[in-house]
């Protein structure tokens, strides 16, 4: 939401329906891990001092194991939340795909797509380009076959 603007912590409990106090802990937890970036104060619509916050553009990635199962169900749950905020009229292109991999195939596969986020996030945006969130998991299939 902070990406193309800035937002006070208000602005962006109001759009998620969320608690202001529980909505400040977690900007300020991206505030401390340079995810959101505090911005000048201004003053709010009571003349109140706010502090609006911009997104630095950082990228992330997790490698979780099997005892990460809270911080798993959290990722997954932003990327439920997000797509639940896209207008219905909007395209979501969304694919699964199960594939047997030896461990160079797995490897491999990991290093293509870290590649092509990686030369998808330094490009230069045209002045008419929309922002896409990407969502990438790759796990071990709980059903083997």
């Known amino acids: 939401m902070c990406l193309k603007e ?22 300020r937890k991206l505030v401390a891990t340079g995810f959101l970036e505090a911005q000048g104060a201004r003053a709010g619509a009571r003349g109140a001092l706010e502090v609006p916050y911009l997104a630095t553009r950082k990228s ?16 997954i749950g932003a990327f439920v939340s997000e797509v639940g905020q896209v207008p219905a009229s909007a395209e979501v292109e969304i694919s699964r795909l199960g594939v047997r991999l030896g461990r160079e195939d ?40």
Do not use: C
């Open 106 to 145: 797995h490897d491999r596969l990991l290093q293509l797509i870290r590649d092509f986020l990686d030369e998808v996030a330094g490009r230069e945006a045209a002045e008419d380009a929309i922002q896409y969130s990407i969502f990438v998991a790759v796990h071990p299939d709980p059903v083997q076959g």
């Open 6 to 27: 800035e937002l006070t912590n208000k602005e962006i409990a109001t759009r998620l329906g969320a608690n202001p106090a529980t909505v400040l802990h977690h900007v």
């Open 60 to 75: 992330w990635r997790l490698n979780l194991d099997a005892s990460d199962l809270r911080l798993r169900s959290a990722m």
